[in-house]
């Protein structure tokens, strides 16, 4: 980040939204490299595990945190987890209002 100002300074680049733009954009950056630090800071080491146990270990941390979590949160964490999502067709058979949920299929992004 600093770098990235430092080249400003120097006119290697223009910010398109002019000085005063960039320069909110580079403390609001700022907050949240600082933001991002404390919550690193916070989770504090992490023990090195058995590759065989890491998925388990990891489903355990979610579900131990999953109920205090705020939405937010849930949200950031179904995004990295979930790769795409699939809604085929409504099938012939399928004669009811709403939702069909054999049409829908979730590929997650965890092996």
Known sequence: ??????????????????????E????????ELDEANRRLKKLGDIP?????????????????KWDEATAEEKNRLLRVLIDHIVVRPRSAA??????DPERIEIVWNIA
């Open 24 to 31: 909110e954009d580079f403390r609001r950056a700022t907050q």
């Open 48 to 64: 090195e595990e058995p590759e065989d146990l890491r998925p388990w270990t990891t489903i355990a941390a979610i579900e131990n």
């Open 94 to 99: 399928w004669k009811h209002r709403g939702l």
């Open 1 to 22: 980040m600093q770098t990235l100002r430092e080249q400003n300074r120097r006119g290697l680049f223009n910010y398109s939204g002019g000085e005063e733009a960039f």
